[in-house]
């Protein structure tokens, strides 16, 4: 199996890209809704991270919004919930690569924002990021419900500029040209890649 790291940027495009390797048969493994999945009523984050930010704690579950506010301008505090969370989502990630391992999918994607940032690329045998021109970037992010361009900032200043991510990616997906370029860009990597991938299906079996 090929275990693929897609990331980028905040507005990039990533879920759509994601949806994409899927539709295409890749197992898609999101960090962020394993995240969510932590944060909802009886999700093994609640308890620590409820301990540590009370405020964040609403009817049994954390809430991101006010998590968020709560460590957007503090490097220690967000520190101490990344020492939380982090172990948990990599705990759910090897479970999903099992998984798609046990059932013999070819491809696994592991949709990570901070993959980069976090040595994540030592875990996946390519890198893919997803990536577009700065103003569709800034367009797309504070058309969002809730955001402001003070936290599209604040969100900007702890993820790798867009340059660096490219010139460490293995793979680029452009989606500022549109979904049928995208779209290309995926069907080509996975082209390029299925005769490995196939050797290390067969060998797996």
């Known amino acids: 199996m090929i275990t693929l790291g897609l990331t980028g940027s905040i507005g990039m495009g990533k879920s759509t890209t994601a949806a ?29 991270v409820g301990a540590l930010f009370p405020d964040a704690l609403k009817d049994g579950a954390i809430d991101r919004g006010v998590l968020g506010t709560l460590v957007q301008n503090d490097p220690a505090r967000l520190a101490a919930l990344e020492a939380v969370v982090h172990p948990l989502v990599r705990a759910e990630e090897r479970r999903f690569r099992q998984a798609a391992q046990t059932a013999g999918c070819l491809v696994a994607v592991l949709d990570i924002p901070l993959l980069l940032e976090t040595q994540g690329e030592n875990r996946v045998d390519a890198v893919v990021v997803v990536s577009a021109p700065g103003a569709i970037q800034r367009e797309r992010v504070l058309a969002r419900p809730g955001m402001t361009e003070a936290r599209f900032v604040a969100i900007l200043t702890r993820q790798m500029p867009d340059e660096e991510k490219r010139r460490r990616a293995h793979f680029i997906v452009p989606t500022g040209e ?15 890649l299925a005769p490995v991938a196939a050797a290390r299906g067969y060998d797996a079996a």
């Not at 197992?27 to 609640?46: F, I, Q, S, T």
């Not at 549109?178 to 390029?192: Q, T």
């Open 178 to 192: 549109g979904l049928a370029r995208a779209d290309r860009a995926v069907a080509d990597i996975l082209r390029a």
């Open 20 to 48: 994409m390797f899927a539709a295409r048969g890749g197992a898609v493994y999101n960090a962020d809704m394993a995240v969510h999945a932590l944060y909802r009523p009886g999700g093994a984050a609640v308890g620590p």
